[in-house]
């Protein structure tokens, strides 16, 4: 038998596992598997790599992101013991919600099976998995006012566009529209009043938290102590960040990244504005995740789907750089009032 037979070309071995050709890329592309070369420099899997991406095609099944995914498979199983822990009572907390929402729909059907017609106000009270959170508000200068909506708002979201394209007076526009909601701005770096304030409670959650982002690489510093001090907060009911990367190095804002993906469906939604792609890997977005996009030109801001080919996405990509790159820039400003 020939032992070439054991090595396997893309389109076979995604076959085998099931995925799609561009998952295996995709996979390689984030450092999870390295398929083998062969002398015409075409990509092959043997079976460590089939073995490899078998693990990894089981954790997204398992609706693991790719950044889990990475640290699960580049720690020990105590690191796969806690994320699944975490998993786990996501998962449980979404069953709790249909059965809640299963047992409501039952009774209206044996209403109805009995000829009882259900009341408006027990169909209003049909509990739902999610609820949708939704905005919509006239657009600030610099536009002209159009008006502005998004809707199935969850709990991490984003807002990103080029220098001068008016991202931050969205995001402060939006923290005044939406109820109880708070923009952290840069000046955050220099006021340490959220820490000083914060409950013992909060200081206990807070302590917590930073144990466990220095335990997956973060690097402790002060900017990452007041970021995750108002994360940790009781209030506000929702949350605009304003360049959450300020201060923190890669490593720092992949781990603050992935914590923040492991938050339930039911937590509070969380604009994040940044130009990072690191925070803002658009490999490793999941489905309930929101992208708005503030074009150049003004026009009004869209919501991106991640991927290549949906409308934006180019344009979105363009705008996100590395940490490094993001830090020689710091500070660096399009155009500011009254300067020619």
């Known amino acids: 038998?020939?032992?070439?037979?054991?090595?396997?070309?893309?389109?076979?071995?995604?076959?085998?596992?099931?995925?799609?050709?561009?998952?295996?890329?995709?996979?390689?592309?984030?450092?999870?598997?390295?398929?083998?070369?062969?002398?015409?420099?075409?990509?092959t899997y043997g079976p460590e790599q089939m073995r490899r991406a078998s693990e990894i095609a089981a954790l997204r099944a398992l609706g693991f992101s790719l950044a889990q995914i990475t640290r699960v498979l580049q720690s020990d199983h105590l690191t796969l013991k806690t994320a699944l822990t975490v998993h786990q009572a996501t998962l449980e907390e979404q069953i709790q919600d249909l059965v809640a929402t299963l047992g409501k729909v039952r009774g209206l059907r044996e209403d109805l099976m009995d000829r009882q017609a259900p009341q408006p106000d027990g169909l209003a009270q049909v509990p739902t998995s999610v609820p949708e959170l939704r905005v919509a508000f006239n657009l600030p200068w610099p536009w002209g006012g159009e008006r502005f909506e998004l809707r199935a708002i969850g709990p991490l979201n984003y807002i990103t566009g080029p220098l001068?394209?008016?991202?931050?007076?969205?995001?402060?526009?939006?923290?005044?529209?939406?109820?109880?909601?708070?923009?952290?701005?840069?000046?955050?770096?220099?006021?340490?009043?959220?820490?000083?304030?914060a409950s013992r409670t909060v200081c206990s959650r807070?302590?917590?938290?930073?144990?466990?982002?220095?335990?997956?690489?973060?690097?402790?510093?002060?900017a990452l102590i007041i970021l995750v001090t108002a994360l940790e907060?009781?209030?506000?009911?929702?949350?605009?960040?304003?360049?959450?990367?300020?201060?923190?190095?890669?490593?720092?804002?992949?781990?603050?990244?992935?914590?923040?993906?492991?938050?339930?469906?039911?937590?509070?939604?969380?604009?994040?504005?940044?130009?990072?792609?690191?925070?803002?890997?658009?490999?490793?977005?999941?489905?309930?995740?929101?992208?708005?996009?503030?074009?150049?030109?003004?026009?009004?801001?869209?919501?991106?789907?991640?991927?290549?080919?949906a409308h934006g996405y180019e344009a979105l990509a363009s705008c996100?750089?590395?940490?490094?790159?993001?830090?020689?820039t710091e500070g660096v400003m399009a155009w500011r009032p009254g300067i020619a």
């Open 233 to 309: 907060g009781d209030d506000p009911s929702g949350l605009i960040i304003d360049m959450p990367e300020q201060g923190l190095d890669k490593a720092t804002q992949v781990a603050l990244i992935s914590r923040l993906r492991e938050r339930g469906p039911k937590a509070r939604p969380l604009f994040l504005l940044t130009r990072s792609n690191a925070i803002l890997d658009l490999d490793a977005v999941g489905t309930r995740e929101l992208i708005v996009y503030c074009p150049a030109n003004h026009s009004v801001p869209l919501r991106v789907a991640p991927y290549p080919g």
């Open 320 to 328: 996100l750089a590395p940490p490094e790159v993001r830090a020689r």
């Open 1 to 43: 038998m020939n032992s070439s037979a054991a090595f396997l070309s893309p389109s076979v071995a995604a076959k085998r596992l099931g995925i799609s050709v561009k998952a295996l890329r995709v996979y390689e592309q984030h450092g999870l598997i390295a398929p083998i070369r062969t002398a015409a420099g075409w990509r």
């Open 164 to 197: 001068g394209s008016g991202k931050t007076r969205l995001a402060m526009h939006l923290a005044d529209t939406l109820s109880n909601a708070v923009f952290l701005g840069l000046d955050r770096l220099t006021d340490y009043t959220t820490v000083k304030l």
């Open 206 to 222: 807070v302590d917590q938290a930073l144990a466990c982002l220095v335990e997956r690489g973060a690097a402790p510093s002060d």
